[in-house]
């Protein structure tokens, strides 16, 4: 079945660095979405992606759908405390109607 | 965004009884439920998807006559673990689509501690 990985697992960085989260799915996918779940929380929706080589901003986070759509990445410019959580992605494969989530990657920003 | 209300928040049962967790939407019809377990520091696995009057997908491996998904009605859909083990206990989580929409609002997830 369609697998979606996400590297790295965790990731410290200190205050004020930038961090990356790469998802890859085994399958193509018809759109992406990314979540952030903070410690004891729920998933919370950020962002979705549809079209091939898309690229959204949202303040310090960018978030990009690859060509083939089979991967996407997010990245955090100039982390802050606040960033910490968990981050999701979620890809929903054509023909299906059912997102899988990507096996997260957290992360631990020192201050 | 959206709200989407899950109860209980936490619940503690005994052995061999059953628990029925809710999922609400509050402000708009959820056409789409889905139903999602998360062990700790793990993803969410999906666990089965409902639609409003018709029977649940489960997803392979996930007993159907364990896990009832009941979807009544447009605003809310239920999951209830029958005769629960220690080895249910974990983080069970809903999510709501609407109609036409594909962004998925979570609820506030229910844990659940089987004794």
């Known amino acids: 079945g369609q697998q979606v990985m996400q590297i790295p697992q965790y990731q410290h960085v200190q205050e004020g660095e930038d961090f990356t989260t790469y998802c890859n799915s085994s399958?193509?996918?018809?759109?992406i979405q990314w979540y952030k779940q903070r410690p004891g929380g729920h998933p919370v929706f950020l962002i979705q992606l549809v079209k091939s080589g898309e690229v959204k901003k949202q303040k310090r986070l960018t978030f990009q759908f690859g060509e083939a759509k089979k991967n996407s990445s997010l990245h955090i410019t100039a982390t802050q405390t606040t960033d910490v959580g968990t981050y999701f992605c979620?890809?929903?494969?054509?023909?299906?109607?059912?997102?899988?989530f990507g096996t997260g990657t957290r992360l631990k920003v020192l201050a | 965004g959206a709200v989407v209300s899950q109860h209980p928040s936490w619940v503690i049962c005994k052995s061999g009884t059953s628990v029925k967790i809710e999922c609400r939407s509050l402000?708009?019809?959820?056409?789409?439920m889905f139903w999602y377990r998360q062990f700790p520091k793990q993803s969410l696995m999906l666990m089965a998807t409902s639609n409003e009057g018709s029977k649940a997908t489960y997803e392979q491996g996930v007993e159907k006559d364990k896990f009832l998904i009941n979807h009544a009605s447009l605003t809310l859909s239920t999951l209830t673990v029958t005769s629960a083990h220690p080895e249910d206990s974990s983080f069970y989580i809903c999510?709501?689509?609407?109609?036409?929409?594909?962004?998925?609002?979570f609820g506030q997830g229910t844990r659940l501690t089987v004794v």
């Open positions: 999510s709501a689509t609407g109609l036409g929409n594909t962004e998925a609002f």
């Open positions: 979620a890809g929903l494969s054509s023909g299906t109607y059912k997102y899988i």
């Open positions: 402000d708009f019809q959820a056409t789409t």
């Open positions: 399958t193509t996918l018809s759109n």
